[in-house]
């Protein structure tokens, strides 16, 4: 029921302009989560005019918004161009324990919020998800048949068909695990955290995915709205791992010998919502078009070392 074939749609929509875009003012919805944290950080040092929101967890830098609840035109965004879509109930198993509530924030709200803000003639910048795909295969690319298998995922896809079909200029960008390099950022910060409680760290070696450090899909984000790209892109690193050999590598490299690592499957876990075994994207298209260097993993572990 949710296949969707949109090969030709993306390949007459992905618009590439070379050129370096100035760009006026940017709104980031979610400033206050992992992704939108980092973004906001690297695009004000880039000496953007950035303007941020927060829902529940208070930051003097940004401005209370809840997209349920909030008319968009309260925010001050006269004049901006583009807003990054980074608000969201982002774990798989909260959009399934509460389907009216999740939709409501991860689809009808958001898109009303996106219509509102194009009528102020700003561009949305939507993070979306691998969840879109059916995680069988791996290897996504942009234009690839999307299959989503849980209620998340099938929140991307909602929100991405709305834009498709509503708008010329827009960006799609998908990603797949993110993590940071400091404390409750992501699986390294919760797995050091296990290891010091001596707890079991559970690690499925058939969940295959590319782990992407968050300050690289902020750079990435930099990238494609400083050469004023339009499409669909896939911000995620070329090389791809299965969770138990992530552990291993991890714990190797911090010469930790004693961590609890259990080799395990995802089909042992009791979670709420259907999760893909291989989400892995095709990043391609997103390194030729920006030429970003992502960072390797043995350098994060360096940071992770030192931060945490
Ligand atoms: N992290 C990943 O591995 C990953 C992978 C694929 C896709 N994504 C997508 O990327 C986007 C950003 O992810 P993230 O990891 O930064 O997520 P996150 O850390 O959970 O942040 C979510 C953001 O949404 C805000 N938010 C939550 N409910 C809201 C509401 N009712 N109204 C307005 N804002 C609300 C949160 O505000 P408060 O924190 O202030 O409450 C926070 O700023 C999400 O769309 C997520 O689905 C993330």
Known sequence: MFIYFLSQKYESLLKKNMKTKEINGILILGASGLIGRYTFDHLKKQGKKVIGTFY?????????????????????IKGLEL????????????????????????????????YQLSEKNIVPVFISSAAVFDGVLGGYKEDNIRNPIN????????????????????????????????????????????????????????????????????????????????????????????????????????KIKDARIVKCSLDDFNFLDKRSKNSHLDGSRFIKETGLRFTPLEECYEYIKKQI
């Open 151 to 254: 209620i998340y995922g099938k929140q991307k896809l909602e929100v991405e068909d709305f834009i498709l079909k509503n708008f010329e200029k827009y960006l799609i960008v998908r990603i797949e695990k993110v993590f940071g390099i400091r404390k409750g950022e992501g699986l390294f910060a919760d797995w050091i955290l296990k290891y010091k409680n001596k707890e079991k760290i559970f690690c499925a070696d058939d969940e295959v995915f590319s782990p992407t450090y968050v300050g690289d899909v902020a750079q990435g984000l930099g990238k494609l709205i400083e050469k004023g790209m339009e499409g669909v892109f896939h911000i995620t690193p070329q090389n791809y791992c299965n969770r138990y050999e992530l552990a291993i590598n991890f714990f190797d490299y911090l």
């Open 56 to 76: 529940k967890n208070k930051n003097p830098e940004l401005i209370y918004f809840d997209v349920v609840k909030s008319p968009i035109n309260e925010l001050p």
């Open 83 to 114: 807003a990054i879509i980074c608000s969201a109930i982002s774990k798989i198993d909260e959009c399934k324990k509460d389907v009216g509530y999740s939709q409501q924030v991860n689809v009808e709200n958001l898109k009303r919020s996106i």
